[in-house]
């Protein structure tokens, strides 16, 4: 069973975001080879922060030594070789999947960009989000490929478009 614990900050409005983190998590996970987790009697969290973007600026800085803020940032903290029997092993039936973090203004000025809603621009990042909780990566090109295949499997699901092709409205 997923369960989505969500800390909102200023200046992301008021909304279900609660919501919005589930279904964007089981659509990704629901198209990877760890689908059982979404089944699973244990209780896997996933910790998702929509916060500033001097927040991600730091947590990028401090962990990417990157100096900019980001999109989103993910911190897995389950080995991705031991997903699978995370949570048969696990001690009290609950599993820290990992954490995503959202920064606001960066999310805006892309949505902007994408010429897409906010919320639209935010499913995506929360799919992308977790996708690397369970390990995918896109630093090499193969990789990049098979992650953003899911991705549009996933917001597809939900009914959104393909984010990889511009949009012109």
Same mark, same amino acid.
């Not at 614990?5 to 909304?15: I, N, Q, S, V, Y």
């Not at 100096?67 to 980001?70: F, I, L, V, Y």
């Not at 897995?76 to 991705?80: D, E, G, I, R």
């Not at 919320?119 to 935010?122: F, G, L, P, S």
């Given at each position: 069973?997923i369960v989505i614990?969500?800390?909102?900050?200023?200046? @992301?409005?008021? *909304?279900d @975001?609660?919501?919005?983190?589930?279904?964007?998590?089981r659509?990704?996970?629901?198209?990877?080879p760890? *689908?059982p987790?979404?089944?699973?009697?244990a209780?896997?969290e996933?910790s998702?922060?929509?916060?500033s973007d001097?927040e991600?600026?730091?947590?990028n800085?401090?962990y990417?030594?990157k100096?900019?803020?980001?999109n989103v940032l993910?911190f897995?903290?389950?080995?991705?070789d031991?997903?699978?029997?995370v949570?048969q092993?696990?001690? %009290? *039936?609950?599993?820290?999947l990992?954490?995503?973090?959202?920064a606001?203004g960066?999310?805006?000025?892309?949505a902007?960009e994408?010429?897409?809603?906010v919320?639209?621009? $935010?499913t995506h990042?929360?799919?992308?989000?977790?996708? =690397?909780?369970?390990g995918?990566? =896109?630093?090499?090109?193969d990789?990049a490929e098979a992650?953003?295949?899911?991705e549009?499997q996933?917001? $597809?699901?939900? *009914?959104?478009? %393909?984010?990889?092709?511009v949009?012109?409205?």
């Open positions: 069973m614990e969500l800390a909102r900050e200023d200046p @992301w409005p008021e *909304g @975001w609660d919501a919005l983190a589930l279904s964007a998590a659509a990704a996970i629901e198209r990877t760890q *689908g987790l979404l089944t699973t009697p209780r896997v996933i998702v922060r929509l916060t001097a991600v600026h730091d947590l800085r401090q990417r030594d100096d900019k803020p980001t993910s897995p903290m389950v080995q991705p031991l997903i699978d029997t949570s092993n696990s001690d %009290d *039936g609950e599993v820290l990992g954490d995503i973090v959202l606001h960066v999310c805006i000025a892309e902007a994408k010429n897409v809603s919320t639209e621009h $935010a990042l929360l799919v992308h989000g977790t996708l =690397h909780l369970l995918y990566d =896109h630093q090499a090109d990789e992650m953003e295949d899911i549009r996933a917001l $597809a699901a939900l *009914g959104l478009d %393909d984010p990889y092709t949009r012109e409205d």
